[in-house]
């Protein structure tokens, strides 16, 4: 299968995921339909993060790497072109890896430890006591990414932006010490979907936490995950009126039904009273059962054929590691490092 050639003349989007486990409904809210979307006009590079994935799960390696292909295998269910984007492997790719260790020289602990994004991570991994050195340098990884594909325009939520400045903030010092633009700055591109709820309406949407609708669940699964779904506790009998703010089915029902002006009636006749949870919930599993029956089976036929997915996994690092090694000559030659 061929894969995605590199252009001169569209803007280079980087965008990946952590390989810890299948995709979920959040994933393809938040940014798997974009990527769709974004792969016809963008020269667009999506990293399987494999080696991310192990900066909290090195003493459970198999968690990543059985997780790999499940990963590749969701992209290409819900649409994702070989043929229009670039997949690739980031153990695949020996230049990023070098790469960080290169900017970790120009980076601080305490830098690390002020940022945002990783202060909130320390807490919700329970990495306060111990943090692991490859997780706190995560942001200088995610630098090395971005910049070793000359990516200038990244997709992600708010949560990230404090990641993104100090990628920039890499950038200038690189280019600081070569007196010339060697590396790109980036910027984001916000997604403009709201952020998916966990079913339990409590925690944040997770892989290992069993409060997310995967794209390969099965109908059951699909059924089970909607009639646990929080809804509103008040809302005890079908006549009372009902509260759609911070409940879930409404929620979902806004993010994947088809008919807005339904769901909007729904929400009316919920809100006066007369229309109970059991009713709501079955309008959900019916719209999610139709939308995901067909990535499922997509799903089902890809992981049939892994080797198919490994050759694309393969052909997109093997295009990958030319350009990220273009930019690592670029990089060494800043610190006079390229006299072999």
């Known amino acids: 299968m061929s894969t995605n050639q590199h252009s001169d003349t569209k803007e280079i989007i980087l965008t990946g995921d952590r390989a810890t486990g299948p995709l979920h409904l ?59 984007t ?22 601080s602990i305490s830098r690390l ?27 200088i990884s995610q630098a090395a990414d971005i910049t070793g594909f000359n990516a200038s325009l ?52 997770s892989k290992t936490m069993g409060n997310a609708i995967n794209l390969g669940a099965s109908e059951k699964q699909i059924s089970a995950a909607v009639k646990s779904m929080y809804t509103d506790p008040s809302h005890l009998k079908v006549e009372d009126p009902g509260k759609i703010e911070g409940n879930v ?17 729904l929400k009316q006749h919920y809100q006066r009273g007369g229309l109970g949870d059991g009713t709501t919930k079955k309008i959900l599993e019916e719209c999610l059962q139709e939308m995901l029956r067909p990535i499922r089976e997509r799903r089902t036929e890809f992981l049939n054929d892994k080797g198919q997915l490994i050759e694309i996994l393969r052909q997109g690092s093997r295009t990958s590691r030319e350009r990220t090694e273009k930019v690592l000559f670029d990089v060494k030659g800043v610190f006079g490092l390229n006299i072999l």
């Open 154 to 205: 990244i997709p992600v939520g708010d949560d990230q932006l404090p990641m993104l400045e100090q990628t920039n903030e890499i950038v200038r010092k690189i280019n600081s010490l070569a007196g010339r633009a060697v590396l790109t700055e980036c910027r984001p591109l916000l997604g403009n979907a709201p952020r998916l709820p966990s079913t339990d309406g409590k925690n944040k949407m």
């Open 249 to 265: 089915v409404f929620t979902y029902l806004d993010a994947f039904h088809p008919d807005e002006e339904y769901v909007c009636q």
């Open 86 to 107: 670039t997949i690739c492997l980031q153990s695949q790719l020996p230049a990023l890896a070098e790469l960080t260790m290169y900017y970790s020289n120009l980076v």
């Open 113 to 139: 430890e002020r940022n945002p994004t990783v202060k909130s991570e320390i807490q919700n991994k329970g990495f306060e006591r111990s943090i692991p050195a490859g997780f706190l340098t995560y942001p």
């Open 26 to 84: 959040g994933h393809y809210v938040g940014s798997l339909k974009q990527r769709v979307a974004l792969q016809d006009i963008h020269d667009q590079t999506i990293l399987v993060a494999d080696m991310q994935g192990l900066t909290d799960n090195a003493h459970n390696p198999s968690k990543v790497s059985s997780n790999i292909l499940n990963v590749v295998a969701d992209y290409l269910a819900v649409g994702i072109d070989p043929t229009k």
